[in-house]
């Protein structure tokens, strides 16, 4: 009786173990919701160039425009995103129908996607913009 409690005591400490060295499910892909500014690279002058900007609202809504002054949209469309793992679709608006793949996020880096077209990355990268 004493060798069955102890073999089970053993086997529980094992399983135990192995458990705790087992690697951690990756974290949640998430945006936080506020204003991410698009910009794509452009190879002949080596700047930056603005592509225009997004804000994440509650509830899975979103605004895009080309232009904005600080907090205000100029000319904006609005629409709807959804999250499913790394990809974010967005319905209705400028974004309508074009993908996006949410980038990993190192601890305190701004969270930041990036935007594909036709299966392929476009180049256009968005960064959350922490105070407009």
Not at 84 to 107: L, N, Q, S, Y
């Amino acid at each position: 009786m004493q060798r069955i409690r102890l073999a089970a005591i053993a086997a529980a400490t094992t399983s135990a173990a192995v458990l705790a060295a087992a690697p951690a499910a990756p974290a949640a892909y998430r945006l936080t919701t506020g204003i991410y500014d698009c910009y794509a690279y452009n190879s002949s002058t080596g700047f930056s160039n603005y592509m225009g900007s997004v804000r994440f609202l509650g509830g899975g809504r979103y605004e895009h425009t080309f232009g904005r002054d600080k907090q205000r949209f100029e000319d904006k469309t609005t629409g709807r995103y959804r999250i499913r793992g790394r990809r974010i679709v967005f319905k209705g608006g400028a974004m309508a129908k074009t993908p996006g793949r949410i980038h990993d996020t190192e601890p305190g880096r701004a969270p930041s996607f990036e935007v594909w077209v036709d299966g392929e990355p476009s180049g256009v990268t968005c960064t959350y913009v922490e105070k407009p």
